[in-house]
């Protein structure tokens, strides 16, 4: 049987910030356009809605970046675009007669959406730390933790350490408050910031006040609560029989490296961890888009020009998977390529993107700070992983057996090469829990950079879908 295929001008990956701030340009510009989103609504990660029913009020994140508010009304009543919400996009293809194919499933029914231009806006997900005990019930991501509290009012566990360093954390606690859950403690692993770091940060307020007057809301709730607030501690261990019971806290230096003897205990039955986010890049990466590395910037990002535009001519990239840097730069970044792909397929039009330009240009300074202020580290994050915690949990993969395997491999110096041996990255995940730990794992062994580790080739299917769905596509 042949597939149903679809023609777009544009087809867009993420119904996020980015991708729909480009669908809406584009749409209202006159291009056809269709949507993808895993999720049965829009608004990406950022503005995540519970359903209709639960009659909630508006998201709070509205109050921080209110262009949200608009992107969302916008996108609901715009009929124009062709919406594929509870659809995965799972392969891109590039056939002889030009041009992109998409290929995406939803349930057990697969489509190919051909298009003239692809915008791959796919966001982030939590960084994942492996640590003895991180696989026990009850130890989550904080964004997997938030996503409960959003989508469905539910939290997770009652007492909670929240353990990490990026600002997400800082929200979860804020939210975990409101939602009546207990904090034991939020354990942030870089040091206090210093006077100076303070007053360098203070050239990025400008246009900012929002971001400010939330922090300062939660830090508020935190100290009325009584909730301690450590920095330049860090999680190195979750104990319990079925579920977790203690977490084990250390001391770090300013590196992040633990400080013998300074281990505690504390009672919780839920860990929420939030070092960082990771650029969500397989989508890209399986299209063939070329990658660099910035460890500040969510790992492996996707190249791109000042349009936006990938390596590959057709195929452009908004958002989190270009650099984490927040939803303010996803929506203005959203705006340039939408701008930059009208102005390739409508050269008549009066091009947006000089002013596209100028309003990224005036955001960066403030996610450049926010970046630099809490970037994770790393090699450190790594190291918390002793020979007995698993690394890859789809297959079972623990880091003493990629160690063992590099001990009597001393040819091996990539990613691939392990997961070929050792099946790391090779489960339904395809690698976004365990390359970042392998990787670190291969660096240290080998004395290397980790950008000459490389990255675990990215297949068709990205993402798990039916076999039937598979079975059915006959690109061109
Ligand atoms: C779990 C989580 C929670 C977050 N919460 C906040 C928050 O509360 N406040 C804040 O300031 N920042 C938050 N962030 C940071 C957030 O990433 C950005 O602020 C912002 O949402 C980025 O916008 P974006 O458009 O780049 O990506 P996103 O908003 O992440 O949108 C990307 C969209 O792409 C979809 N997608 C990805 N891959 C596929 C695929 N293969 N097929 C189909 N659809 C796909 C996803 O379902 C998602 O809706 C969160 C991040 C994460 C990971």
């Given at each position: 049987m042949k597939l149903e295929t679809l023609n777009f001008d544009l087809v867009v990956v993420g119904a996020g910030p980015a991708g729909l701030t480009a669908a809406l340009l584009a749409s209202n510009a006159g291009l056809q356009v269709a949507v993808v989103d895993e999720q049965a609504a829009p608004g990406g990660q950022i503005f995540r809605q519970p359903p209709a029913t639960f009659n909630a009020p508006p998201s709070s994140a509205f109050a921080?970046?209110?262009?949200?508010?608009?992107?969302l009304e916008q996108a609901r009543s715009n009929t124009r675009i062709h919406w594929y919400y509870s659809c995965s996009a799972w392969g891109v293809f590039h056939p002889a007669k030009g041009g992109v194919q998409l290929a995406i499933v939803e349930g057990e029914h697969a489509r190919l959406l051909d298009c003239k231009k692809l915008l791959i806006a796919t966001g982030a997900y939590d960084l994942p730390v492996a640590f003895p005990g991180w696989t026990l019930p009850g130890v989550?991501?904080?964004g997997g933790v938030q996503t409960l509290l959003k989508s469905q009012f539910l939290c997770a566990a009652q007492r909670y350490v929240l353990a990490g360093s990026?600002?997400?954390l800082l929200l979860l606690a804020g939210q975990l408050l409101d939602a009546g859950a207990q904090i034991q403690e939020v354990a942030i692993a870089r040091p206090r910031p210093q006077i100076r770091e303070l007053l360098a940060g203070w050239r990025a307020l400008p246009g900012h006040g929002r971001m400010f007057v939330q922090?300062?809301?939660?830090?508020l709730k935190l100290w009325r609560k009584k909730v301690p607030l450590r920095f330049s501690t860090i999680v190195t261990r979750a104990q319990g029989r079925d579920a977790v019971e203690r977490v084990t806290l250390s001391d770090v230096d300013a590196h992040w490296a633990v400080k013998p003897n300074t281990e505690r205990s504390v009672e919780v039955d839920g860990l929420a961890i939030g070092y960082g986010l990771l650029a969500s890049t397989e989508l890209a990466r399986q299209a063939g888009c070329s990658v660099s590395w910035n460890p500040e910037r969510g790992g492996w990002v996707v190249d791109h020009d000042d349009t936006m535009r990938t390596s590959l001519p057709h195929i452009y990239v908004a958002g989190e998977p270009a650099g984490v840097a927040g939803a303010e730069i996803a929506h203005c970044e959203g705006r340039l390529a939408g701008a930059s792909i009208v102005a390739q397929l409508m050269p008549d039009q009066a091009s947006q993107t000089s002013s596209a330009h100028r309003e990224l240009k005036r955001a960066k300074p403030f996610a450049d700070t926010v970046a630099r202020f809490f970037a994770p580290r790393l090699d450190a994050l790594a190291r918390l992983a002793d020979n007995g915690t698993l690394i890859c949990r789809c297959e079972d993969v623990t880091a003493g057996q990629v160690c063992d395997f590099l001990k009597t491999h001393p040819h091996v110096s990539s990613v691939n090469s392990v997961k070929l041996a050792c099946r790391s990255g090779m489960g339904p995940c395809q690698g976004r829990y365990c390359q970042h730990t392998v990787a670190q794992l291969v660096a240290s062994e080998r004395g290397i950079a980790i950008t000459d580790t490389g990255t675990?080739?990215?297949?068709?299917?990205?993402?798990p879908i039916p076999l039937t769905s598979l079975a059915l596509v006959e690109p061109d």
């Open positions: 921080t970046y209110p262009f949200g508010k608009k992107l989550m991501t904080a990026h600002p997400l922090l300062a809301g939660i830090l675990y080739t990215a297949q068709a299917p990205i993402k």
